[in-house]
T-cell receptor, first 114, second 114 residues
């Protein structure tokens, strides 16, 4: 059974600081998603990482994927309060020719303090 | 373009009653998914439609849950009879068949069974 472990579960950081959220998974997959969720809102797609060594950046967020290590990271640079949210990683499983049954991590609640 | 919409946003029902959740995917998206998050747990896959066909329903917890997708458009998820442990947030998501990899989520339907 595929397991996705995300850490930390909770992250309190100061504005301007850098930090990394880690996502480890237990079986082979070459597609990994990062989502952001604000309270009561939908899961907003941040990144889709498709191959080993993939790196994508959007603003202060950068995500990378190492399929050999079964590890993805979400790096936050110079955090600002607007980044406060819950961040999820999710790994895609395939079956019957169909894609994207997602296995989610537990989520990381990020609180950026002024 | 409208996103994935879900109705109702919140529902409180008594144990033993029936609830039907509705999801309208993004227009033209063949893939439709249901997920749920019960208190303190990860977001879990329930099932996947491609058009009107159930591609994968391995995540459906038991036969009290029935999902349909009439005509390959909107989908409903019925819980009958509801139990206390069914409380949680039910997310719907959709994805275009041929283009892109992004899976778009709705805001979820919050179900409380009392």
């Amino acid at each position: 059974e595929l397991k996705v472990e995300q850490n930390p579960l909770f992250l309190s950081m100061q504005e301007g600081k850098n930090y990394t959220i880690y996502c480890n998974y237990s079986t082979t997959s070459d597609r990994l998603y990062w989502y952001r969720q604000d309270p009561g809102k939908s899961l907003e797609s941040l990144f889709v990482l498709l191959s080993n060594g993939a790196v994508k950046q959007e603003g202060r967020l950068m995500a990378s994927l190492d399929t050999k290590a079964r590890l993805s990271t979400l790096h936050i640079t110079a955090a600002v309060h607007d980044l406060s949210a819950t961040y999820f990683c999710a790994v895609a499983l395939y079956g019957g020719g169909a894609t994207n049954k997602l296995i989610f991590g537990t989520g990381t609640l990020l609180a950026v303090q002024p | 373009e409208a996103g994935v919409t879900q109705f109702p946003s919140h529902s409180v029902i008594e144990k033993g009653q029936t609830v039907t959740l509705r999801c309208d995917p993004i227009s033209g998206h063949d893939n439709l998914y249901w997920y749920r998050r019960v208190m303190g747990k990860e977001i879990k896959f329930l099932l996947h439609f491609v058009k009107e066909s159930k591609q994968d329903e391995s995540g459906m917890p038991n036969n009290r849950f029935l999902a349909e997708r009439t005509g390959g458009t909107y989908s409903t998820l019925k819980v009958q009879p509801a139990e206390l442990e069914d409380s949680g947030v039910y997310f719907c998501a959709s994805k275009a068949r041929a283009q892109g990899n992004t899976i778009y989520f709705g805001e979820g339907s919050w179900l409380t069974v009392v």
